[in-house]
């Protein structure tokens, strides 16, 4: 996550999802996965924010979020995780570190500060590494490595991961590809797909432990009931 891609519409959907969950009495941690680029990213990232600029179409999936996110994004033109963070729209305990060089560092402290929750969010720019990634030590700082994910779900938590769609890849094979990872190595006892697609897919996989699969049943029928008007949501059923 970069602080250039707050409040885009892509954000909107996000945000909602993480409010259902709380609705749901989970308590919820957030590893925003921290990128301070050092340079310039392509002129498109962060770009889809005209939707509050239309709030007769965009504002009644959650108004008190489209008032927040106008107020941040449009009004103070302040775009950072750490203006998110000051709303409480998800009340949620944060880890916000820039992800650095010393990665291992990096997770064991963002393992220690999101140990008190039910439920981790996982937020890289781009999603899981690849196969190739993680047999080759591949991975970037845009991406969630195999073994983190893994360390927060072995140790009871159900995790939810963003995952962004390449561009040079269809939306059957950006799929498959985390699911590669779910039944070689992972394991998880249930996966739950939310599919966001406005301008572009994302996919929220959801890595769930028994006991919590009835909860988030709920919640993924609650988020579609919400946010499915007009396409803007919908559950992939995973076979």
């Given at each position: 996550m970069q602080d250039s891609y707050?409040?885009?519409i892509g954000d909107y959907g996000k945000y909602g999802l993480l409010r259902e969950v709380c609705a749901a009495a989970m308590s919820l941690s957030v590893n925003w996965y921290k990128v301070v680029p050092t340079k310039a990213g392509k002129q498109d990232d962060g770009k889809y924010i005209s939707y509050l600029s239309m709030p007769q179409i965009y504002r009644e999936y959650d108004p008190v979020m489209f008032d927040a996110l106008y107020k941040i994004v449009l009004h103070e033109q302040d775009r950072r995780i750490e203006r998110v963070e000051q709303e409480n729209l998800f009340p949620a305990i944060y880890f916000?570190?820039?992800?650095?060089?010393n990665r291992k560092a990096w997770h064991n402290?963002?393992?220690e500060q999101t140990q008190n929750a039910k439920v981790v969010f996982l937020?890289?720019?781009?999603?899981?590494?690849?196969?190739?990634?993680?047999?080759?030590?591949?991975?970037?700082?845009?991406?969630?490595?195999?073994?983190?994910?893994k360390d927060y779900y072995t140790r009871g938590q159900n995790v939810i991961l963003y995952?962004?769609?390449?561009?040079?890849?269809?939306?059957?094979?950006c799929i498959e590809s985390v699911m590669f990872f779910q039944k070689k190595y992972l394991f998880a006892d249930c996966v739950k797909l939310l599919e966001f697609p406005k301008y572009t897919n994302r996919f929220y996989f959801m890595f769930l432990h028994e006991s919590d699969k009835a909860t988030f049943e709920r919640v993924c029928y609650s988020t579609v009931q919400k946010w499915g008007r007009n396409d803007f949501c919908h559950e992939i059923i995973l076979g």
């Amino acid at each position: 996550m970069q602080d250039s891609y707050i409040g885009d519409i892509g954000d909107y959907g996000k945000y909602g999802l993480l409010r259902e969950v709380c609705a749901a009495a989970m308590s919820l941690s957030v590893n925003w996965y921290k990128v301070v680029p050092t340079k310039a990213g392509k002129q498109d990232d962060g770009k889809y924010i005209s939707y509050l600029s239309m709030p007769q179409i965009y504002r009644e999936y959650d108004p008190v979020m489209f008032d927040a996110l106008y107020k941040i994004v449009l009004h103070e033109q302040d775009r950072r995780i750490e203006r998110v963070e000051q709303e409480n729209l998800f009340p949620a305990i944060y880890f916000s570190e820039p992800l650095g060089a010393n990665r291992k560092a990096w997770h064991n402290q963002a393992l220690e500060q999101t140990q008190n929750a039910k439920v981790v969010f996982l937020d890289p720019d781009n999603g899981l590494e690849t196969a190739k990634m993680y047999q080759t030590g591949g991975a970037t700082e845009k991406h969630v490595k195999w073994t983190e994910l893994k360390d927060y779900y072995t140790r009871g938590q159900n995790v939810i991961l963003y995952q962004h769609r390449p561009q040079m890849t269809t939306k059957e094979k950006c799929i498959e590809s985390v699911m590669f990872f779910q039944k070689k190595y992972l394991f998880a006892d249930c996966v739950k797909l939310l599919e966001f697609p406005k301008y572009t897919n994302r996919f929220y996989f959801m890595f769930l432990h028994e006991s919590d699969k009835a909860t988030f049943e709920r919640v993924c029928y609650s988020t579609v009931q919400k946010w499915g008007r007009n396409d803007f949501c919908h559950e992939i059923i995973l076979g």
